[in-house]
């Protein structure tokens, strides 16, 4: 079991940047993967992009590439989402999960998918006003 706890969500305008922060509550281990997920109102939740903490190489979303990084602080067990260049469009509900087991790989890198991940934050909001 872990718990993930997000924050650092706020408001801003178009082409500004927010950071979030996802901490964990114990160390998770080598097979940890943790991944941050959006939903925007009436639409369904996708992945932004996911970390392989014990590789520390992470897979990001066509939409995000460019402009969101992953950061972590080890001795904390977190993980920090940069977002940069904000649009729009990325209004949402940030949701960072985790997996124990690995991140599950696909063609081009890891997944992105819901499905591969167990635990589950509530969540923070990012706003982005044009």
């Known amino acids: 079991q872990v718990q993930l706890v997000e924050s650092g969500g706020g408001s801003v305008q178009t082409g500004g940047s927010l950071t979030l922060s996802c901490a964990a509550s114990r160390y998770p281990g080598t097979r940890f993967c943790l991944g941050w997920f959006r939903q925007a109102p009436g639409k369904e939740r996708e992945g932004v992009i996911v970390?392989?903490?014990?590789?520390?190489?992470?897979s990001s979303a066509d939409s995000v590439k460019g402009r969101f990084t992953i950061s972590r602080d080890i001795a904390k067990n977190t993980l920090f989402l940069q977002m940069n260049s904000l649009k729009p469009e990325d209004t949402g509900m940030y949701y960072c999960?985790?997996?124990?087991?690995?991140?599950?790989?696909?063609?081009?890198?890891?997944?992105?998918?819901?499905?591969?991940?167990?635990?589950w934050g509530r969540g923070t909001q990012v706003t982005v006003s044009s």
């Open positions: 999960a985790a997996s124990l087991e690995g991140c599950t790989y696909c063609s081009a890198g890891w997944c992105l998918g819901l499905t591969d991940f167990n635990y």
């Open positions: 970390f392989d903490w014990g590789g520390g190489t992470s």
